[in-house]
Structure formats: C-alpha cells, structure tokens
C-alpha cells in the first residue's frame, strides 16, 4: 500500500473519490428488482449511510497504509472489517494468530467518533494487549507466543453527543505483502454505490435498506484472495427480515460468486453468474447463517468486500 497514498480529506472529498459514477452493478439492480418488483427513475436519495462508511474505511485504511511503510501488510484471511457501533458498545471477532509473527490491529471510526480502543484476549478471556487511549484511533502491535485463537476486541467508547458511529478495523502482519489502497478503494467504492442504489429502490416502494446494524455483528468483511480461493463467514445473526449480501471486487476481479447458507448448512441463496461482482437476497429466520464469497476467477490477487444490507 506505499505506492498510493490517500491524503487526510473531507469527506466530501474523500467521496467524490469513491463515488466515481460508474453504471451501477447489473447484478445489484436485477436483484432490488426482484425484490421490490421496480426500477429507480430518479437519483437516490438514500445517501445517509454512505459518507460515514467512506469516513470511518478511509481513516482505518489510510492508517494501514502508514503502517505499511512500517513494514507491515494486510493479514491473510479476512483483514478488513466494519460495523455499526453504538457508544459504549464492542464488538468482538476471533482468529488464529501465529505465535512469534507480530500483528498490527488498527481500529477507527466515522467523524462522529471521539475515542475507539482495540484489545486482545486470550482463548481464557484475559487481556494480552490492548490500546486504550483517548483517540479516535486504536493502533496496537502485538506477537503472541504461542499459536491460538485470539479474540480481537473493538470498542466505541466515546462519540459525539452519543451518536452511533462506522467503525473499521483492520489486520495486519508484519513482512505481509503490500497492497496499493487502490484495490481497497476500488472495491469499497462500488460497495457504497450497491447500498446506494438498494436505498433508492427501496424508498420508491416506502422502505429504506442500509448497512446491517445488530449488536456484535460485522457488516462488511474484506480481504485479498487469488482466483479459487474464498471466505467463509459464520456466525451471522441476519435477524428475521429481507437481507441483500454484496461482495464486489478490485479491477483485477472478474468473476465473484456468493452463496448463503442456514444453521442446517443448507444453500438459501446463491449468485454464480460471471460477473465481478454478486448480490444475494433472503429473508433471514432462525441463525446462525453463514455467507462465502468466492474469488472464482481473475487477473491476479484480488482485494474483495462483502457486504449486508438490511431492508425495512
């Protein structure tokens, strides 16, 4: 990520940079399509979300990128992920960490954010390290000594007037591969356009649809995959409502596939349709889901972000 970097901005500016305005993914309106039977004859309007996700994703990454120059690079595995987080609320995820290899945890929020911590525990429960300074940013480096399950813990301790917050966080290893903030930049820019328009669609039928937002529940997940390989993400509390899954790819992606699956492990949506990007949609119910998002083909590595979006 040194080859490319994004200087602190407005968001204003920061999202002229992202919304470029490219035609919307076919995939995701033929999807909103079947899902609210009609297509948008106006500009969206449901742009309330989108500048606050820019925000938060473009601190945490611009702050990766400085580590880069450190040295470090983005984690194999999923590396990047984001939420909702209201004040005074955390939100847990758990990976294997290789003992002797240090990590670097970023953590940062929107511009309603005043203090985001990060931590991590032990398979025990026990702090092994943590940043809990006053700041909109965490920063922690860390080598475990042994390997294990860590549990990686991001908190939203303090806001602006109490305001919920984006909050992004990001995983790194030290000697990793780098990685140009374009390919984040690209991916995350077509995710922010496929919430945009879903929000359009949706408020020409009386409803909105947004960045899923449920206690301890990521909303978008990311990371670099070469053709044949994917993620694979559990545990998810999709609630009872209508659910859109979007994962959309850098300029390297050519074909992402998407798949979702019940607690009985059984396929309730899919799109395998050639396409760089892939939406699913679904009325959740009884959990754990789990969703897998497979890089099937492309000009190399890819940087690919999956995201949920609720309707109501």
């Known amino acids: 990520m040194t080859s490319y970097y994004v200087e602190s901005l407005t968001v204003f500016t920061i999202s002229a940079h992202l919304f470029s305005r490219k035609p919307v993914a076919a995939v995701a309106l033929a999807l909103a399509c079947w899902l609210f039977g009609t297509l948008p004859t106006a500009q969206a309007q449901g742009k309330k979300t989108t500048p606050f996700i820019v925000d938060s994703f473009e601190r945490a990454t611009d702050l990766a990128d400085k580590a880069d120059r450190a040295g470090y690079g983005l984690a194999a595995g999923i590396s990047v992920m984001g939420c909702w987080l209201d004040e005074g609320k955390d939100i847990f995820f758990t990976r294997q960490l290789i003992g002797g290899l240090t990590y670097r945890f ?172 892939a939406a699913v949609g679904f009325r959740g119910g009884n959990g754990p889901y789990r969703l897998k998002m497979l890089n099937f083909a492309g000009n190399g590595e890819s940087f690919i972000l999956m995201s949920i979006f609720d309707i109501f």
């Not at 390997?147 to 939203?156: C, D, E, Q």
């Not at 806001?159 to 930049?185: G, I």
Request: proline share 2%; with cysteine; aromatic share 6%.
């Open 106 to 277: 970023i953590a940062s929020g929107d511009r309603d954010a005043q203090d985001v911590d990060i931590e991590v525990r032990d398979a025990n429960g026990k702090s092994v390290a943590s940043d809990f300074r006053l700041d909109r940013d965490g920063d922690l480096i860390f080598t475990p000594t042994v390997t294990a399950n860590y549990s990686i813990r991001m908190v939203l301790t303090r806001s602006r007037n109490r305001l919920p917050c984006v909050c992004t966080a990001v995983v790194m290893e030290k000697n990793a591969p780098r990685v140009d903030l374009k390919h984040l930049d690209t991916a995350m820019g077509k995710i922010v356009r496929g919430l945009e328009e879903a929000d359009q669609i949706a408020q020409r039928n009386g409803r909105n649809a947004d960045l899923r937002k449920a206690d301890n529940q990521w909303a978008f997940f990311g990371g670099m995959l070469k053709p044949g390989q994917d993620f694979m993400i559990n545990n998810l509390n999709l609630g009872m409502g209508e659910i859109i899954a979007y994962a959309a790819g850098d300029f390297n992606t050519r074909d992402v596939d998407l798949f979702a699956y019940d607690r009985d492990n059984r396929e309730v949506a899919s799109d395998s349709k050639t396409a760089a990007d």
